[in-house]
């Protein structure tokens, strides 16, 4: 079960190391997309150092499947979800968040793709230090907002840069933002069920045409069960021939049929 006392959970320890060194803000910035590393390998450069990106295991797997397909069904028309993309956050780092939101095509104003506005990371045994030496480097490089989903705790939270500290979001909130087309509950991010959930209310804000079909044959199965059901109130034979009649018809011609009916008590001639 997700954590229903999150308010404790993760400030910054009195351990964690000073603001790193080397952070955008002074000078000009390389662009986002101008690699220190080759990509599509494991290897990453952060403040200078290179580390290995760690293949998952089912824990840290499974949620970062999940949050990858939550960010890719919210997304408002005009940005785009990826996954584990490098980014450029100043002269000594080059490295990956597990999940990205940014706006489509590229900045004119650097002719490279766009910066993300909105990242998540999923931890599973990443010490904190580390991820708060990510969090800093990525606001500092002008990422709007940075979440982390704590496997082992079930928990949610949201990057404060003014209290270099993780605050947990309630679990029965929601996360909303200009880059989503509705609010994305935080309970989404942990259950798989509510997951599904989330992307079907997405899908039917959008008119999905194929739910829409499936609401509209739902709507013309309940009308003939309504024409059916008052044949027999009202003993009107319903003869295979008219069955398949009332197969053939759309919603507006049910609706005519059975009011004809109620008010001839016969089938329609």
Same mark, same amino acid.
């Given at each position: 079960?997700?954590?229903?006392?999150?308010?404790?959970?993760?400030?910054?320890?009195?351990?964690?190391?000073?603001?790193?060194?080397?952070?955008?803000?002074?000078?000009?910035?390389?662009?986002?997309?101008?690699r220190?590393?080759?990509?599509?390998?494991?290897?990453?450069?952060?403040?200078?150092? *290179?580390? &290995?990106?760690?293949?998952?295991?089912?824990?840290?797997?499974?949620?970062?499947?999940?949050?990858?397909?939550?960010?890719?069904?919210?997304? *408002?028309?005009?940005? /785009?979800?990826?996954?584990?993309?490098?980014?450029?956050?100043?002269?000594?780092?080059?490295?990956?968040?597990? =999940?990205?939101?940014? +706006?489509?095509?590229n900045?004119?104003?650097?002719?490279?793709?766009? $910066?993300?506005?909105?990242?998540f990371?999923?931890?599973? +045994?990443?010490?904190? *230090?580390d991820?708060?030496?990510?969090?800093?480097r &990525? =606001?500092?490089?002008?990422?709007?907002?940075?979440?982390?989903v704590?496997?082992?705790? @079930? /928990?949610?939270?949201?990057?404060?840069?003014?209290? @270099?500290a993780? @605050?947990? $979001?309630?679990?029965?909130?929601?996360?909303?933002? #200009?880059?989503l087309?509705?609010?994305?509950?935080?309970? #989404? $991010?942990?259950? @798989?069920?509510?997951?599904?959930?989330?992307? #079907?209310?997405?899908?039917?804000?959008? +008119?999905?045409?194929?739910l829409?079909?499936?609401?509209?044959?739902?709507?013309?199965?309940? $009308?003939?069960? #309504? /024409?059916?059901? &008052?044949?027999?109130?009202?003993?009107?034979?319903?003869?295979?021939?008219?069955?398949?009649?009332?197969?053939?018809l759309?919603?507006?011609?049910?609706?005519?049929?059975?009011?004809?009916?109620?008010?001839? *008590?016969?089938?329609?001639?």
């Amino acid at each position: 079960m997700p954590s229903k006392n999150p308010a404790a959970f993760h400030q910054a320890p009195e351990a964690t190391p000073p603001a790193p060194q080397n952070l955008p803000g002074h000078g000009e910035l390389p662009r986002v997309d101008e690699r220190l590393v080759e990509p599509e390998t494991r290897a990453e450069i952060i403040g200078g150092r *290179r580390v &290995l990106a760690a293949p998952a295991n089912p824990p840290h797997g499974d949620a970062h499947c999940q949050v990858d397909g939550e960010a890719l069904f919210h997304v *408002r028309p005009g940005y /785009v979800a990826s996954t584990d993309m490098l980014t450029r956050t100043d002269d000594g780092s080059d490295f990956a968040t597990d =999940t990205s939101i940014r +706006k489509e095509g590229n900045d004119p104003a650097t002719g490279a793709r766009y $910066l993300e506005e909105v990242v998540f990371e999923v931890v599973h +045994k990443q010490p904190l *230090r580390d991820l708060i030496d990510r969090a800093e480097r &990525l =606001t500092a490089r002008g990422i709007r907002r940075m979440f982390a989903v704590f496997v082992q705790r @079930r /928990v949610v939270a949201e990057w404060s840069p003014a209290e @270099r500290a993780f @605050r947990p $979001l309630p679990i029965d909130t929601e996360i909303e933002d #200009a880059c989503l087309i509705r609010p994305l509950p935080v309970r #989404a $991010l942990l259950d @798989r069920a509510e997951g599904r959930n989330a992307v #079907a209310r997405v899908l039917l804000d959008e +008119k999905n045409p194929v739910l829409a079909e499936a609401q509209r044959e739902a709507f013309r199965s309940g $009308l003939r069960k #309504a /024409v059916e059901r &008052l044949c027999e109130a009202l003993q009107v034979e319903l003869t295979g021939e008219r069955r398949a009649a009332l197969a053939r018809l759309d919603a507006a011609a049910l609706e005519e049929i059975a009011a004809r009916i109620a008010a001839e *008590r016969r089938w329609p001639s």
